[in-house]
């Protein structure tokens, strides 16, 4: 498969195209040899990619951009194993910059092409070169890896928490990991009504503790940590917030798996309503000390706020995720956001 992006008249337009060796699919194949003196290449069928769907963004220097897209699998007519994460097969991916410079994701046998300005020389497949790859499909379930997220919050008393609080609080015989308990549960903030608006701007003294002073708290982006699936929060006694957004086509039942981190409670809601969790159990996953909790829940028609309320009082920081589960034909037409949308 070829991708790039092209003028079409004033506009700019993404394009792929399918290069097949041998046709087996369906449709009359357009044959195609590129020659050069150095050589040729000949190929069975070269056409667009039909039912592919494209994503880009052009970088403001024009210098580069970035190519999403999403290939059916009726475009890889020899393709008799069902696409899955049990698919096992070599790939490679290669870029030509403007005819002067290429790089390639593998070149296990050092065979993979050099040339930058020769048709059949890079129209050619270098198996060699080729590495194995694993594809991930949604057996498992699909992890929500982009959140809205909000804090520290914290107040008046915040300021004789700590990070990771342990023993007593100084000249106290207060345990310190109660009093971090006491004084997040018994606290209340503006993300705690539900309403998400990306503009709001907090301010003053409930943001305050024994952190450095951020001056101001908004809502913003954050992705799930490297090698896990939750998302990083703050530490010891910062109360935090969690938002993410789930389209359902139809009303439908999905297993949810809540997951956390010990020591952390997590007060989850979903469309403005409390979910009752239970214990969580540790995930033999090798990840930093996860736990989860899944239980099934019913999405409604068109968007469905998914909010979360947390802090911790020890193992910080604090940590928090959630696992979407369900066949195959429930979890693909889903969509998530992690920007606020009309929940209609």
Known sequence: FVFGIFKNGEKTEPIGIGMYPTWNGKGKASPQTYRTPVGEASFANIAAIEGAKYGYVIDEDKKGYVLAVAIPRTAIPSLKTPFSSKLRTLVNFSSNFGGHNKFWWANSDASANKETYDEPSEAKLYPGSWA??????????????????????????????????????????????????????????????QKIDVKDIFKGEMIKGYWNDPG???????????????????????????????????????????????????RWTLNGVNIETGKYADVPSGRDCCQAFSKTVSLKQGWNQVMLRTYCFGFSPSRAGLVIKGSPEKLWPLKLSAEPQQLK
């Not at 499909?137 to 520290?152: A, D, F, S, V």
């Not at 008046?156 to 109660?178: F, H, R």
């Not at 908004?218 to 940590?225: E, I």
Request: charged residues 25%; proline residues 9%.
């Open 132 to 193: 194995p790859v694993q594809f991930k499909g949604i057996e498992k379930g699909i992890t929500i890896r982009k959140w809205l997220i909000c804090g520290p919050f914290g107040g008046p008393g915040a300021e004789k928490l700590t990070w990771d609080p342990n023993g007593n609080m100084p000249g106290t015989d207060k345990n310190w990991k109660e009093a971090t308990i006491e004084f997040c549960e018994s606290r209340k903030y503006p993300p705690d009504e």
């Open 216 to 266: 101001e708290v908004r809502w913003h982006a954050a992705d799930v940590s490297e090698l896990d699936t939750r998302v990083i929060l703050g530490g010891g006694g910062q109360v935090w917030y969690g938002a993410a957004w789930i389209y359902s086509p139809s009303v439908t039942e999905l297993e949810f798996e809540f997951q956390g981190h010990p020591m952390t409670p997590i």
